[in-house]
């Protein structure tokens, strides 16, 4: 299985994080964008094919997964081929449940390709 880890900065509340997805033989260029929305203090994702411009979701919630349960948040996508995202705390206490504005650096958020 390939990993891959996505370091998004906390110093900005909108960013696109272009990556390669190698899944077994296919091989997606695609580009995460990563949006803080502040109403829900809470980061929201997008991913885009750069190459097609497909959009394979929009605006979906970054949430952490805790007790050693890994939730695939890219698990209702999986039918696009675009792989798994977890997301999950560096350290057992962090600044809050989820990432918000200001602690999106004290979670990890790994990018696997979901083969075994």
Do not use: H
């Amino acid at each position: 299985m390939g990993y891959l880890q996505i370091d998004p900065s906390p110093d900005s509340l909108n960013q696109s994080i272009t990556m390669n997805l190698d899944i077994g033989k296919d091989s997606k260029r695609v580009a995460l964008e990563l949006r803080y929305e502040e109403i829900t203090d809470r980061w929201y994702m997008t991913l885009t094919d750069v190459q097609t411009e497909e959009c394979y979701f929009s605006m979906i919630p970054l949430l952490a997964s805790y007790n050693n349960k890994m939730n695939n948040l890219w698990e209702p996508f999986a039918y696009k081929g675009i792989g798994i995202l977890w997301c999950f705390p560096k350290n057992d206490n962090p600044s809050s449940e989820n990432p918000s504005r200001n602690n999106i650096n004290e979670f990890w958020i790994i990018w696997g390709d979901g083969l075994e």
